[in-house]
């Protein structure tokens, strides 16, 4: 069935483009599976402030992304020199994060996930999620330099849509995470699935890469 001609042109729309490049790339950035999203498993798997921890997570991430698209990679936008360290460091780094990646999916010691942990009040589980999310230097690498970065080699008006596709893979991303983790409980304690998830996330931290040094003159 062919597609309808407005419906063709709108995923050509540069907004467009720019929405999806800004949604895969931050979603490729977020999957890893990291403290913060295995404090959110957690307490998804446990039915414990699920809401907001996932509220704290992904407006933590929203105001680091507008940081990184609008102010850092706003600079790197006047800097070329600048631009072409961090691009060629960021790609290198991505590579290396892929590598890592590849290498769990390819491990069978791969370990699941359960709800240890858990437990606590509310303050105490969104003191430790501020503290997983805030003081974790990997939050600012992605969200203020990687995504500053691809965001500096986009045109200006490209920009919002941007950001506003990185905050929505982030915020899709936490919601699953959170309200998912009940009803998959099963599936997260097989390591088969983090191997896979780790497979995705290697092949997309590779095309991310791929898309710094090309875009590079």
């Not at 699953?176 to 097989?190: I, Q, T, V």
Request: glycine share 12%.
């Amino acid at each position: 069935m062919p597609i309808p001609p407005s419906i063709a042109a709108a995923f050509h729309a540069p907004d467009t483009v720019a929405f999806l490049l800004g949604l895969g790339v931050m979603g490729g950035l977020i999957v890893a599976i990291g403290a913060q999203n295995a404090l959110v498993l957690r307490q998804g798997l446990a039915r414990r402030h699920v809401g907001p921890v996932v509220a704290f997570c992904a407006a933590s991430d929203a105001a680091l992304i507008m940081a990184g698209v609008f102010g850092v990679g706003a600079t790197l936008a006047q800097s070329p020199a600048w631009m072409a360290v961090l691009r060629w460091a960021g790609a290198a780094f991505l590579l290396w994060c892929g590598w890592q990646a590849a290498r769990r999916a390819l491990s069978p010691g791969h370990g699941g996930l359960h709800a240890g942990g858990a437990a606590g009040t509310l303050a105490a589980t969104l003191g430790t999620t501020a503290a997983l999310t805030w003081l974790n230097p990997h939050v600012y690498l992605d969200t203020l330099v990687l995504l500053g970065a691809v965001a500096a080699q986009q045109p200006l008006g490209a920009r919002w849509p941007f950001a506003a596709g990185a905050v929505a893979a982030s915020v899709v991303w936490f919601v699953s995470l959170g309200y998912g983790a009940a009803a998959l409980a099963p599936r997260l304690a097989r390591p088969g699935t983090w191997r896979a998830v780790d497979a995705l996330v290697a092949l997309v931290m590779w095309a991310v890469a791929a898309s710094l040094v090309a875009g590079g003159p």
